[in-house]
């Protein structure tokens, strides 16, 4: 049986708190013209072509999750939509957010377990407030409440529904009222065209020493009660619901995150009983989970450079111990988005199916009803724990394994849409239409075909051609028929961030059940080229002053486009290729909170970060 106390990470968080670069060398970017010919390759776009990129956070707890209510946050759904739609928010360590601009779109996301309970059992009305666990759960004594927290989560870990015995009616009760309440303001709060609210919840599993946590979204304005990690802790039982849901006629689709934390779990080889994934299995979690969650507070799940040691930028925002304990993560395999995009494909090769044919999307997984995405204005994740500068840079829960120093001002989710709906925003996602930023409101578009017309990237109409004649991101490429994939991307700063750094295009491949990853600088800034006996590009600069955690935009660009040939394109080999864009270096975080405290910044943790975008993978298959 896996450890339960690290397992449960971050539920058992609080009680931990109060007690190419390429395999073998560089290569240098490529590029050619797009060839004029007519067109053989047609995506797959919606009945009006996506023209405007949505934000939003598909991640977001309040106090009805109950880690966050002992994180003393008690901001409910409705101010974290409010919040989301730009409105200022108290925070339970101090002072008053607000974000820059509104999202279009966000997700709620309580933990389905024990889902408004502890809330409701501190109401001195409510039968659950004279349980001895209870009272200890809400001791101001660190150490009390710590150890309820515990007995807790081994609750929850083991499948145990009667936390709140004798009261467990008044348990379910309060679960239940807490969940009808959840999908009442959800639907108060949508607003078609303007704002779209999401009906939403995680399932809050563990298997193997990790975490192997998922978000429910749905498409409409009904759910029945949510399934909990008490109800089954394995994936297989958990889409076997939502296939229930889908044939009642409610569209579903679960996000798994912080692959990061899941100890190897969440792209395994096997099923959840160890067994061989069969096609079944694959057809199943495919159509169930269409993305995942690349980045959020809890770190960044790109790659990492154990797994991809040639890539000059993989060691960017990396959770070191699992949350809330000493134990430092050392199972890279399985865990990471491009080592999972390689060993799908890889497996394609052997079984014929692929589990991980996935697009991606951001969140930040707060526990605060706000999203933390803007690195000069960073306010935590984590209620009273982290919620103030001294609190995260005297590293003042280290000691329990959790330095909140390392967690992240991360991530958004973008999608590209007709319009701002639920359906819209749910259908972009099942498309894999979407891509994730670590905060910053980078755009960026992407298209990959065989056949593209006689356009430009970001000139007249051609996003209708690009969808004419080619496929999007998330999307996969026709026949090759002796051709090369061309691929045409564009980016766009953040209009209130940085400039641009340079747009990379990542090529992962299986050729015999071997997979490999190669990395091209498609398109830098400031007139560098790849130097062709290192394949690397010259560093942008830097312009951060890190006394003043300031930074000019007078180097990057604002906008970078480019079209991309992948002449070493082998047409008998699987592949999926996906963008990721560089900022300019920026301060951290911590390199403002350090100005704010009038001390220097941390030497032990990076002063700068350029920040980024990753999009969504387009697919070819023989």
Same mark, same amino acid.
């Given at each position: 049986?896996?450890?339960?106390? @690290?397992?449960? %990470?971050?539920?058992?968080?609080? &009680?931990?708190? $109060?007690?190419?670069?390429?395999?073998?060398?560089?290569?240098?970017?490529?590029?050619?013209?797009?060839?004029?010919?007519?067109? +053989?390759? *047609?995506? +797959?776009?919606?009945?009006?072509?996506?023209?405007?990129?949505?934000?939003?956070?598909?991640?977001?707890?309040?106090?009805?999750? !109950?880690? %966050?209510?002992?994180?003393?946050?008690?901001?409910?759904?409705?101010?974290a939509y409010n919040f989301a739609k730009g409105a200022p928010l108290a925070h339970p360590a101090g002072g008053v957010y607000q974000l820059d601009r509104p999202f279009d779109f966000l997700a709620v996301t309580d933990h389905s377990e024990y889902v408004g309970v502890v809330n409701a059992a501190a109401d001195p009305s409510n039968p659950m407030s004279a349980l001895a666990v209870t009272r200890n759960l809400?001791?101001?004594?660190?150490?009390?409440?710590?150890?309820?927290?515990?007995? $807790? #989560? &081994?609750?929850?870990?083991?499948?145990?529904?009667? !936390?709140?015995?004798?009261?467990?009616?008044?348990?379910?009760?309060?679960?239940?009222?807490?969940?009808?309440?959840?999908?009442?303001?959800?639907?108060?709060?949508?607003?078609?065209?303007?704002? +779209?609210?999401?009906?939403?919840?995680?399932?809050?599993?563990?298997?193997?020493?990790?975490?192997?946590? @998922?978000?429910?979204?749905?498409?409409?304005?009904?759910?029945?009660?949510?399934? +909990?990690? $008490?109800?089954?802790?394995?994936?297989?039982?958990?889409?076997?619901?939502?296939?229930?849901?889908?044939?009642?006629?409610? *569209?579903?689709?679960?996000?798994p995150h912080n692959s990061n934390i899941s100890n190897g779990e969440m792209f395994a080889t096997t099923d959840s009983f160890g067994q061989k994934m069969t096609a079944a299995y694959v057809d199943a979690r495919s159509r169930n989970e269409p993305v995942v969650e690349i980045t959020q507070t809890k770190g960044t799940s790109e790659t990492n450079p154990t797994l991809s040691p040639n890539d000059e930028f993989?060691?960017?925002?990396?959770?070191?111990?699992?949350?809330?304990?000493?134990?430092?993560?050392?199972?890279?395999?399985?865990?990471?988005?491009?080592?999972?995009?390689?060993?799908?494909?890889?497996?394609?090769?052997?079984? #014929?199916?692929?589990?991980?044919?996935?697009?991606?999307?951001?969140?930040?997984?707060?526990?605060?009803?706000?999203?933390?995405?803007?690195?000069?204005?960073? !306010?935590?994740?984590?209620?009273?724990?982290?919620?103030?500068?001294?609190?995260?840079?005297?590293?003042?829960?280290?000691?329990?394994?959790?330095?909140?120093r390392k967690f992240s001002a991360s991530g958004l989710a973008a999608v590209w849409a007709p319009e701002n709906t639920r359906e819209a925003v749910f259908d972009a996602i099942q498309r894999k239409e979407t891509y994730a930023t670590t905060g910053p409101r980078i755009q960026v578009r992407f298209f990959g075909g065989f056949d593209f017309g006689d356009f430009a990237p970001g000139v007249g109409d051609w996003?209708?051609?690009?969808?004419?004649?080619?496929?999007?991101?998330?999307? &996969?490429?026709?026949?090759?028929?002796?051709?090369?994939?061309?691929?045409?991307?564009?980016?766009?700063?953040?209009?209130?961030?940085?400039?641009?750094?340079?747009?990379?295009?990542?090529?992962?491949?299986?050729?015999?059940?071997?997979?490999?990853?190669?990395?091209?600088?498609?398109?830098?800034?400031?007139?560098?080229?790849?130097?062709?006996?290192?394949?690397?590009?010259?560093?942008?600069?830097?312009?951060?002053?890190?006394?003043?955690?300031?930074?000019?935009?007078?180097?990057?660009?604002?906008?970078?486009?480019?079209?991309?040939?992948?002449?070493?394109?082998?047409?008998?080999?699987?592949?999926?290729?996906?963008?990721?864009?560089?900022?300019? *270096?920026?301060? @951290?975080?911590?390199?403002?909170?350090?100005?704010?405290?009038? @001390?220097?910044?941390?030497?032990?943790?990076?002063?700068?970060?350029?920040?980024?975008?990753?999009?969504?993978?387009?697919?070819?298959? *023989?």
């Open positions: 049986m896996s450890n339960p106390i @690290r397992s449960l %990470a971050p539920l058992l968080l609080a &009680a931990a708190l $109060m007690v190419a670069c390429n395999e073998g060398g560089g290569a240098p970017a490529q590029t050619a013209a797009i060839p004029v010919t007519a067109p +053989t390759t *047609p995506g +797959t776009p919606p009945s009006q072509e996506p023209t405007r990129v949505l934000w939003g956070d598909l991640h977001l707890h309040t106090a009805w999750s !109950f880690d %966050a209510f002992v994180f003393t946050t008690t901001a409910t759904p409705d101010d809400l001791n101001p004594n660190p150490m009390t409440s710590g150890q309820a927290f515990l007995a $807790m #989560g &081994a609750a929850i870990h083991n499948g145990n529904k009667d !936390f709140f015995a004798p009261q467990r009616a008044a348990s379910d009760k309060a679960a239940a009222d807490a969940w009808a309440k959840t999908v009442e303001i959800a639907n108060r709060q949508n607003d078609p065209g303007k704002f +779209t609210a999401l009906v939403a919840y995680e399932w809050t599993a563990s298997q193997g020493g990790g975490e192997i946590h @998922r978000n429910i979204i749905y498409r409409g304005n009904g759910a029945p009660l949510p399934y +909990t990690s $008490m109800d089954s802790n394995r994936p297989e039982d958990l889409w076997a619901f939502l296939e229930t849901n889908r044939r009642a006629g409610r *569209p579903v689709l679960a996000i993989a060691n960017f925002e990396l959770l070191e111990t699992f949350p809330g304990s000493t134990t430092p993560i050392t199972q890279f395999a399985g865990g990471y988005v491009r080592d999972a995009l390689k060993k799908g494909l890889a497996m394609q090769d052997g079984d #014929g199916f692929n589990p991980y044919r996935f697009g991606v999307v951001g969140g930040t997984d707060s526990h605060l009803a706000m999203s933390p995405v803007i690195e000069n204005n960073y !306010f935590g994740t984590t209620g009273n724990r982290d919620g103030t500068a001294a609190l995260r840079l005297n590293c003042t829960y280290c000691a329990s394994g959790t330095d909140f996003v209708k051609s690009a969808y004419k004649t080619g496929t999007p991101m998330g999307g &996969a490429l026709g026949t090759a028929q002796g051709r090369r994939p061309v691929f045409v991307v564009w980016a766009a700063k953040d209009p209130n961030g940085a400039n641009l750094d340079r747009v990379q295009i990542i090529k992962v491949w299986s050729k015999g059940g071997v997979s490999h990853e190669q990395i091209f600088d498609a398109v830098l800034s400031g007139g560098r080229v790849v130097d062709p006996n290192t394949g690397k590009a010259p560093p942008v600069g830097n312009t951060v002053s890190v006394g003043s955690a300031t930074y000019t935009n007078t180097i990057g660009a604002a906008i970078l486009t480019g079209t991309w040939v992948d002449l070493a394109f082998d047409a008998a080999a699987r592949a999926a290729y996906y963008v990721r864009v560089l900022e300019i *270096p920026t301060p @951290r975080w911590s390199t403002s909170d350090a100005v704010r405290l009038s @001390r220097p910044a941390p030497s032990d943790l990076p002063s700068t970060i350029q920040e980024r975008a990753f999009t969504s993978a387009i697919w070819y298959t *023989p």
